[in-house]
């Protein structure tokens, strides 16, 4: 039942323009209105969420002037760093106007912003509001980017190829190739150093599970000395309401209904990797060579330099695509993960991905191209052992190879068996009792004393 006492009070949610932190804020947006709060959602103008599939949200468009970036758009940093400068200033004015106006629902009671969003940190502090960061990568994560000045001082930065395969001191499972960003420059070391200060926030919400991830969470709350709230899996909280950026190819369902169970590997790399054509010709021969019915994903950009992906495919390919295949530029990939057909995910590892994967039982083939990616790679392979890594290039034969043992061998049975243990577990978290059920009361209650 709706809360009225909470409905008077607005939170403020600040996302950033990628897919991988939309979804997850929009999903903690979600969860706060059903308990009642009022929602409101300052985006940048670019790469905006759909607003008319959120009725219940204000949405509050923020400038970005990222026309500079439509070339280098993919040159994250910089793109980061513009937000940042740009999007300030309109926002500051915004939320000025609105507390401005004497209703109670537009009394802001507190500021949520994503890691990435980190100017949010100033206006809140302008306007004495309390604000709150969401962190939407796993919290190792964020543990490997801290660790970024003690490497630097004990001299491991810059890395050195021959240490890559050598663990890490101190950041146990993970080797040195594993980190998420080679900090050798300033750059980048000021960009870990900006996502990781938390600033003047009054809390953590992460999307992890304290079981998943207890003893890097106890050292990041000894590190932050502010409460932190770990309530995911937050797409497990929430119903299930459409955040995709690209429209989602729904047929692939019904396809998906004519498949024999656990048969399918369904093949995403996310909203931002990338891959060349060599690779696109490799995984393609890769799939047709493994026998297996396959569900891919070849989103609009995915190959470097084109768009035009249907033509790219190798002479010979489409008429296995028609005997035992589907291709999709955009899946919804929850019910793709929750449908009994899929029996593997070859993915490139993003959180969301992962907790989506996982919770439904689907062992995974990792492939991870950059950030936190290697890092969810490596605890799936490594800690979770519900996944197995393509390390090597990327060739047709490992394709193959991969996809039989994760599909078709005991080693992947095991790992099937595993991913379905730890589903459950994650599951019953959310449910009445369960460590994010009882974690999530604790943020309202957290979110309400803020502005009592
Ligand atoms: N996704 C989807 N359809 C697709 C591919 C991806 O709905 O065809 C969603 C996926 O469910 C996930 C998000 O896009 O929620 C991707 O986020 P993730 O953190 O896995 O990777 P990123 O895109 O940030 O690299």
Redesign the pocket.
């Known amino acids: 039942m709706e809360k009225q006492g909470a409905r008077r009070r607005r939170v403020v949610l600040v996302l950033p323009p ?4 939309i ?1 997850p804020m929009l999903q903690l947006g979600a969860i706060l209105h059903s308990k009642g709060f009022t929602i409101t959602v300052a985006h940048a103008e670019f790469n905006a969420p759909d607003s008319s599939k959120h009725p219940e949200f204000f949405f509050l468009p923020l400038p970005a002037n990222l026309s500079d970036y439509d070339n280098s758009f993919w040159n994250l940093l910089e793109v980061i760093t513009a937000i940042n400068v740009h999007c300030k200033a309109p926002l500051q004015r915004y939320l000025v106007q609105m507390m401005e106006k004497p209703e109670p629902q537009d009394q802001v009671c507190c500021i949520i912003y994503d890691t990435i969003m980190y100017f949010t940190d100033a206006v809140a502090n302008h306007l004495k509001l309390p604000s709150i960061v969401l962190c939407t990568t796993c919290a190792s994560n964020i543990l490997a980017w801290h660790a970024n000045p003690r490497l630097q001082a004990e001299g491991y930065i810059p890395l050195q190829e021959s240490l890559s395969n050598e663990l890490v001191p101190e950041l146990h499972p993970l080797r040195f190739k594993d980190l998420p960003l080679d900090a050798s420059s300033e750059v980048v070391m000021q960009f870990t150093a900006d996502l990781c200060n938390i600033r003047s926030s009054a809390a953590v919400v992460w999307n992890t599970i304290e079981f998943l991830e207890h003893s890097v969470l106890s050292q990041l709350q000894q590190q932050y000395q502010i409460p932190i709230f770990s309530i995911g899996p937050l797409h497990k909280i929430t119903p299930a309401s459409t955040t ?1 950026l690209l429209k ?1 190819d729904t047929n692939c369902l019904a396809w998906l209904d004519k498949q024999v169970l656990n048969s399918v590997i369904y093949v ?1 790399m ?4 990338i891959m060349d054509y060599k690779e696109l010709v490799e995984t393609a021969w890769g799939l047709a060579n493994s026998d297996q019915p396959f569900l891919w ?1 070849v ?1 609009p950009g995915l190959v470097k330099g084109s768009d035009q992906w249907v033509e790219l495919f190798p002479k010979g390919f489409k008429e296995i695509v028609g005997k035992r295949g589907q291709i ?1 530029t ?5 019910e793709v993960l929750a449908h009994d057909a899929v029996g593997g995910f070859w993915s ?1 590892c ?5 907790l ?1 994967s996982i919770c439904e039982g689907v062992p995974m083939i990792c492939r991870p191209s950059f950030a936190d ?1 290697k890092v969810n790679a490596r605890y799936l392979t490594h800690i979770w052992r519900v996944g197995l890594e393509i390390e090597d290039v990327m060739d047709s034969g490992g394709i193959e190879r991969a996809i039989r043992r994760l599909m078709v061998e005991k080693e992947g049975e095991e790992m099937r068996q595993r991913a379905i243990d730890m589903g459950q577990q994650i599951k019953s978290c959310v449910q009445k009792g369960g460590s994010s059920y009882n974690t999530l009361n604790d943020l309202e209650e957290f979110i309400l004393s803020q502005s009592s």
């Open positions: 990628f897919q991988g932190h979804t995709s989602e995403s996310g909203s931002l990797a994903v989103r999709v955009w899946a919804p990939q929850k490139h993003g959180w969301n991905s992962t989506e990616q």
